[in-house]
């Protein structure tokens, strides 16, 4: 019989949240100013080893401001992966930019390989920048992402990025509290690599704020731009100047309080997704039907949301396998919809994505919170060993 249920992912607070969130409540400091908004972005720098960081409403308007400042802006393009959130691409179309969308890796993070092709093959370099061929669109910038907290190869990223002058915004959503495991940045967090990096803090990421975002990087010219691009571009607030126009996604002070406290748990929060993803691992070891899959990073990831991958991509049975887990009172659900495949964005160009849709064939994500016990861990590993004997096609 189905016990309560068990969900994907919900936030943990027991550490200082109510502490600080009180005390901007009772000093009345709940706005867009007030003291624990710069400690937030001083305490995620120090963690991180950025220079600077800027706090703002949510990852998404992290990833627009960073578009903005860096010159993206109208037909445009930018390159990014079609497996991935939807606000990775939404952000571009904010600036008026193109989306030219690429298939993944085995990690189901951004195929470099196909990168390497399309700007070798399609594109060409011309006064310092990089030219589609065939639509003479200027090719701006790239948005990598390391999904589900997995790592997108940054090595040969950025060694692109520098032949073909583009601009790098790292979409370090899901991977807060990872560092690097190889290569040249390795021993670097994700989301220092690229110009810029962008986190978030919404209610399933691995700190939250409710909803949050920040942008975090080592150029400080850059961060200063966006922190004031991020208050309405204000540059007297006494007399309302602007000289630029600008947006209202600074994060506010009650945000921030429940950031900070977030933030002391997040070495705790690291341990525990690396246990429970351990448990996972061990117990389905021996499943028929699937598996759990690893994660190219490691022990240096942050094992944000567990993958169990049917063994073959039969979206059918995928579809049977999440109303099998949701009606034992497990929460479960499909990679996202592929973006390319999207309506607004059918429209523009994408490469041959077939990885990318075997995975979204065969993954379901399984509960990964950082609140989960052990009973309940075992709860879902027993469902996923019984669903190949109660799965018959047909029924
Ligand atoms: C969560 C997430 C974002 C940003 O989401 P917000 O809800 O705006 O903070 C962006 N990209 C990816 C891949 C995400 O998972």
Not at 163 to 172: G, P, S, T
Not at 364 to 392: S, Y
Request: proline share 3%.
């Amino acid at each position: 019989m189905p016990g309560e249920a068990i969900l994907l992912s919900t936030p943990n607070f027991q550490g200082n949240e109510k502490k600080y969130v009180n005390e901007a409540v009772e000093t009345e400091w709940v706005s867009t100013a007030g003291a624990f908004i710069g400690r937030f972005e001083e305490r995620m720098a120090d963690r991180l080893s950025v220079r600077q960081a800027c706090a703002c409403q949510s990852g998404t308007a992290g990833l627009h401001l960073c578009l903005r400042h860096f010159g993206v802006s109208a037909g445009d393009l930018v390159l990014v992966p079609t497996l991935t959130f939807i606000a990775t691409v939404n952000a571009v179309l904010y600036q008026s930019a193109e989306p030219v969308f690429f298939d993944c890796d085995e990690h189901m993070c951004i195929c470099v390989d196909q990168v390497e092709e399309y700007l070798e093959r399609d594109c060409r370099l011309e006064g310092g920048r990089t030219v589609e061929t065939a639509s003479g669109k200027t090719v701006k910038a790239m948005i990598p992402v390391h999904v589900f907290g997995d790592f997108c190869d940054m090595d040969r990223l950025m060694d692109l990025a520098e032949r073909f002058h583009l601009i790098v915004i790292e979409d370090a959503t899901e991977s807060l509290g990872g560092v690097f495991n190889q290569g040249r940045y390795a021993g670097r967090p994700t989301g220092t690599v690229g110009h810029a990096g962008v986190l978030s803090f919404n209610g399933n990421k691995i700190i939250t704020t409710g909803g949050g975002g920040m942008v975090v990087s080592n150029d400080e010219a850059a961060v200063s731009h966006i922190r004031y691009l991020s208050q309405q571009a204000k540059d007297d607030g006494m007399y309302f100047v602007h000289e630029e126009w600008g947006y209202n996604y600074r994060m506010t002070n009650l945000q921030a309080a429940l950031g900070l406290a977030q933030l002391e748990e997040l070495d705790g929060f690291l341990e525990i997704k690396r246990r429970n993803y351990a448990r996972y691992r061990e117990r389905l070891a021996d499943c028929g039907c699937g598996e759990l899959l690893p994660f190219g990073s490691g022990e240096k990831g942050n094992h944000w949301f567990y993958s169990f991958a049917l063994r073959e991509a039969d979206g059918e049975r995928r579809d049977r396998l999440l109303q099998y887990l949701n009606s034992r009172q497990i929460q479960a659900r499909p990679i996202w919809k592929l973006n390319h495949m999207q309506t607004p964005f059918r429209k523009y160009r994408a490469m041959d994505c077939g990885n990318a849709l075997q995975f979204y064939d065969r993954v379901v994500n399984i509960p990964c919170g950082t609140n989960l016990t052990e009973e309940q861990i075992d709860r879902v590993c027993e469902a996923l060993l019984n669903f190949e004997v109660q799965d018959r096609p047909g029924i």
